[in-house]
Every structure is written in structure tokens, then in C-alpha cells.
């Protein structure tokens, strides 16, 4: 790239291996200025390091990239964040560009669209994976199928869940008491949002009142 410096990019993923070798292919053209694990290391790295752009998975321990992005955000932290995932449902790819990612890349895909989309969010534009644009494209459609009563859109789990979220339990708390990982919770959190076309936790529990879920 031209320019008098090169673009800076800071790489977040739990898979060092993963990591190391986003490294090698990205050093060419970027500078990459760290490597972190998780989510909350992914924030403090960007607070300390300021990088132009953020290459992040959405799965990680302790605060998935998603999440990352909202606090990166609410931080005035400048960065553009492209997401590299193996998550292939239309659902993720939707949160993650309605939470103001940059760009959304499979992890099978080749590395040449990568570095696509990375130079996109540098030009201050947003790349999204041909594999899943058609259907994404699809769900913002008005007459996509929404319509009727939503909570009968909702699996018993989603309700379930949903219940607790809007009673104050946390995602631990959940997860203990429905026996799943907190990274299945999190799941359900998120497919209830998209399900619901919701944004916040906050409008999750708004929802759960509304619809007599949970009692005020």
C-alpha cells in the first residue's frame, strides 16, 4: 500500500497457531502490532497499541469478538474491525455488520480476501464475504419472513434463556442453571436478538415484559 506508513493491524485469536500464521501473511503489507487471545486483552491491546484495524474472531474466551467491538465502540476507539470466523450462519454475519464491523471473512476462504477486505476498512468501506452476501442481503429485506406473533418464533430454549436474561441472571448463572457452556448461552443470546431483529440486553428484557415473559 502507498502511503508514508503502513496500515497498523492488531490480530485477536485464541488460536495462537491461527494467530502466528495471520502474521506471516499480513506482515507483507501490514504492520501488525500485537497478538492477543480473548476479548478483554483485544480491548486493552487497542486502548495501548492503536491500530487501524483490528482482524478478530467472534468465538473467544471471556468476551466474544462481538461484544469486544461494542466496548471498542462505546471507547471512541477508532479502529475498524473485520471479523475472521468459521461461523458461516447468516445470523452472526448480520450482528457483527449491525454492530459496525468492517468487513466479515470466512476462515476457509482464501487469504487473498482477506487482505481484501482488511485494505476495505482501511478505505473506510465495509467487505462482506461473497459466500454469505446474497443471504444477508436477503434478511433486510421488508418482506422478509418476520411476521405474526414473535415469541412464537422463539425455541423453548430461546424462551427459556430469554426468561433468565431478563430476570438479571448472567451468562455463568445460566449456564449453570440450564447445564450448557456459556458460549452456548451467548449463542442463543445472539439468534434470540437476530430472531427478534433486537440490538441490546436491554431490549431483550423490554421484549420479555412486553410479551409477559417475566413479570415487572
Keep these: 500500500m502507498s502511503g508514508l506508513r503502513r496500515p497498523r493491524v492488531l490480530l485477536a485469536d485464541d488460536h495462537r497457531l491461527v494467530a502466528e500464521g495471520l502474521k506471516s501473511l499480513l506482515m507483507a503489507e501490514f504492520e501488525v502490532v500485537g497478538l492477543v487471545e480473548d476479548g478483554y486483552a483485544l ?42 470466523t468459521m461461523h458461516q450462519d447468516v445470523a452472526y454475519a448480520r450482528r457483527a455488520l449491525e454492530s459496525g464491523a468492517s468487513g466479515y471473512v470466512l476462515k476457509h476462504s482464501a487469504p487473498a480476501e482477506l487482505i481484501m477486505a482488511i485494505r476495505a476498512a482501511v478505505d473506510g468501506k465495509t467487505y462482506l464475504t461473497p459466500a454469505l452476501a446474497g443471504e444477508v442481503v436477503q434478511t433486510l429485506q421488508p418482506d422478509s419472513p418476520m411476521a405474526g406473533d414473535p415469541v412464537a418464533k422463539l425455541t423453548a430454549r430461546q424462551r427459556q434463556i430469554l426468561q433468565l436474561l431478563a430476570e438479571g441472571r448472567s451468562t455463568k448463572e445460566i449456564a449453570g442453571t440450564l447445564a450448557i457452556s456459556a458460549r452456548t448461552v451467548e449463542f442463543h443470546k445472539y439468534q434470540l436478538m437476530e430472531t427478534l431483529s433486537l440490538h441490546h440486553s436491554a431490549e431483550l428484557v423490554h421484549f420479555a415484559i412486553k410479551h409477559g415473559i417475566v413479570e415487572v
Design 43 to 84: 480491548i486493552e491491546a487497542a486502548k495501548q497499541l492503536r491500530p487501524d484495524v483490528i482482524v478478530a474472531d467472534i468465538t473467544m474466551p471471556q468476551l466474544n469478538g462481538i461484544d469486544a467491538l461494542a466496548h471498542l465502540r462505546k471507547d471512541n476507539l477508532g479502529a475498524k474491525v473485520v471479523f475472521l
